[in-house]
């Protein structure tokens, strides 16, 4: 009787696990990139789970080539390298995006603050947040973006990945 107990326990317990894992595989369905790659475990992460990478230990930080930073999952673009500027926080910094229509902004009171997250208008995805502390000659915003949400498109390959049209951002 013991041995029926203890074996009825287990196929139980291993039920359970199977379809606690089975649940949990379907709660994060793969996100692809806009290159058509899975989300890397830091881009699902700050994308979907609304996370925040290291300072200073991200791809974009201090990334100086002229270009536009699109959304990692649509493609959408979201900022110019034309208003990018070094905040020292070590996260990719900018006065402004380039269209405020691809944006959405809601009020973020986690982590004991209140804060404007940023989201991708299209894919819904976290991207960082907005502050008041910006540059006051361009605005006073200062965009604070993760890399990990972000693809870099440089400015000379615009027109061949779809985006031609942005090339009128490093005009003089």
Request: proline share 3%.
């Amino acid at each position: 009787m013991f041995k029926k107990v203890i074996s009825i326990t287990f196929i139980i317990a291993t039920i359970a696990l199977i379809h606690l894992n089975y649940s949990k595989q379907e709660a994060t369905a793969e996100v692809m990139t806009t290159s058509g790659k899975k989300l890397t475990s830091m881009q699902e992460y700050v994308t979907q789970q609304g996370g925040t990478e290291r300072p200073f230990q991200n791809e974009y930080w201090n990334h100086k080539e002229e270009g536009i930073y699109v959304d990692i999952i649509s493609g959408e673009p979201l900022f110019s390298s034309t208003d990018k500027y070094d905040s020292g926080t070590g996260w990719p910094s900018f006065t402004r995006p380039i269209d405020e229509n691809f944006l959405t902004e809601k009020t973020d009171v986690s982590h004991g603050m209140v804060r404007t997250e940023v989201k991708s208008q299209k894919s819904n995805s976290h991207l960082g947040h907005v502050f008041n502390d910006g540059p006051a000659e361009t605005g006073g915003l200062r965009y604070c973006i993760n890399s990990a949400a972000m693809d870099f498109i440089p400015k000379e390959n615009l027109e061949k990945e779809g985006y031609g049209k942005y090339l009128v951002l490093f005009e003089k």
